[in-house]
């Protein structure tokens, strides 16, 4: 599920009285969120030198996200299913960082420090006791999901690198394989760690179903001056060992009914999209999957061969290619990928699964409800953070 909120503040009408001490806080400190981010950072770690070590040791590039996730969490304390749903994954993936209960009240502490600080005119005895029963609340719920995912799975996996390929100058298709049993759905993502960025998680999504030999494979782009990408792309060779976090991610097949599927693939996007349609092949179905594949040239359709590969197989898979501004490919459909879906619609009796940069996914999830597609029936990765780490 995505992140509750996406800001600082959120509007809202009939908060309980906790919720209403808590957003006034919310509302006083969004104008200085850096400097309340770099105050909370600052005190967490002077107190507890400690735990600097769990975190990356260049944290400007998604610094804000834990107390904004924190802020945000709060800021919703009266929705609790969404909430325990979202806290209830960011405990299990937090096990990765190696994040304990002991560590919880030092963030408290830090966040407390950094709010009263920046919220000086609302913050009084009360608004402090309203903030320590929902932090409480959030650690609790964290807390409790890393305790239970301990009983059955690693805190992190790792996964030696069993081959490399070079596609283009900047894709790579990475093959890993896991150190034990790594279960996960298609159409899920990973946080990935290298040895040569430590304590810099990124996200990687899955490019093929769950296969019988356990391997995973993964389509990097190295992004200019990305550092975990780049190392993955130039870097990386077969004997490496990267570290895992567990599956997540909700762009996953349902299998409960047989409606078609739309699924729009830009750049390495076309590799969680090429593991969807693995995982229909592998149901059984026979469902109509629609499948455009876009890049800038023909060029950058790195994996085409594939794609076309499938299509011969399956009867009900269709691919299409769609280029925005280079030479394509023959057949190709030129422009940009939520104009060239929107021209071959309609897509009444289709669920459409988007995947690739953010601009792309935003301009797609646009296009589609403007055609009448139910919101509900769109499944995308998370925008806001790829926004904040950098799309595929
Ligand atoms: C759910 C999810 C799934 C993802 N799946 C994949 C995947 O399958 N394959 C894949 O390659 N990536 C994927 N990504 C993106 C990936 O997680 C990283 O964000 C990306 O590899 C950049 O990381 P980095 O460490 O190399 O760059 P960073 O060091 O984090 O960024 C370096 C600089 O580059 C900028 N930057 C980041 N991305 C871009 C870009 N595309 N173009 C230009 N500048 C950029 C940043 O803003 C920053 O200034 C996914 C992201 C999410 C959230
Ligand atoms: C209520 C408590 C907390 C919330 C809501 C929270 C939320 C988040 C979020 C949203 C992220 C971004 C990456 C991700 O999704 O995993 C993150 C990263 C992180 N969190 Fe937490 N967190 C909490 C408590 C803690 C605690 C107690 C620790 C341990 C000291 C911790 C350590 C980390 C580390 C090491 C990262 C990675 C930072 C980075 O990559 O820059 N978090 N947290």
Redesign the pocket.
Same mark, same amino acid.
């Given at each position: 599920m995505d992140a509750p909120a996406t800001g600082w503040t959120e509007n809202g009408t009939d908060r309980s009285p906790d919720a209403t001490l808590i957003h006034r806080t919310l509302t006083e400190i969004s104008p200085v969120a850096d400097q309340a981010t770099s105050y909370f950072y600052a005190l967490l770690f002077i107190r507890y030198p400690d735990l600097r070590d769990l975190f990356p040791v260049s944290m400007d +590039?998604q610094r804000d996200r834990l107390l904004r996730a924190i802020l945000t969490a709060a800021d919703r304390l009266d929705d609790p299913d969404a909430l325990a749903e979202y806290l209830g994954e960011l405990g299990r993936g937090h096990r990765k960082y190696g994040t304990l209960p002991a560590h919880y009240p030092a963030v408290g502490e830090a966040l407390l420090g950094a709010l009263s600080r920046y919220a000086t005119t609302t913050w009084d005895a009360e608004t402090e006791a309203a903030w320590v029963r929902a932090y409480t609340a959030i650690s609790q719920i964290m807390i409790d999901a890393a305790a239970e995912d301990e009983q059955r799975a690693p805190a992190r996996w790792h996964a030696e690198v069993v081959s490399h390929d070079l596609r283009t100058r900047d894709i790579a298709i990475l093959t890993v394989r896991p150190d034990q049993a790594y279960p996960y759905l298609a159409g899920q993502?990973a946080a990935m760690e290298t040895p040569w960025w430590p304590r810099?998680w990124?996200?990687? =999504?899955f490019a093929s179903a769950p296969r019988p030999d356990g391997l995973l494979t993964?389509?990097?782009?190295a992004? $200019? #001056?990305?550092? +975990? =990408? =780049?190392a993955l792309v130039y870097r990386a060779r077969p004997g490496d060992i990267l570290r895992l976090g567990p599956p997540t991610?909700s762009m996953t097949v349902d299998h409960s009914t047989h409606t078609g599927l739309l699924c729009l693939g830009g750049g390495?996007g076309i590799?969680p999209i090429k593991a969807l349609v693995e995982d229909v092949a592998e149901h059984g179905d026979r469902r109509p999957v629609e499948v455009f594949y876009g890049a800038r040239s023909g060029h950058d359709l790195y994996d085409i061969d594939t794609m076309m590969r499938l299509q011969k197989t399956y009867p009900w898979l269709e691919v299409r290619t769609v280029v925005s501004t280079g030479p394509g490919t023959e057949g190709a459909l030129k422009g940009l990928l939520p104009e060239a879906v929107r021209q071959c619609g309609p897509w009444h009796e289709y669920d459409a699964y988007l995947s690739g $940069?953010p601009g792309m996914i935003r301009s797609s999830v646009d296009v589609l409800r403007g055609i009448g597609m139910p919101a509900e029936r769109i499944r995308h990765?998370?925008v806001e953070?790829?926004t904040t780490?950098? $799309? #595929?």
């Open positions: +590039v993502y810099n990124r996200h990687y =999504s993964f389509h990097i782009k992004v $200019p #001056a990305g550092w +975990v =990408s =780049s991610g390495t590799g $940069p990765d998370c953070e790829m780490t950098g $799309p #595929a």
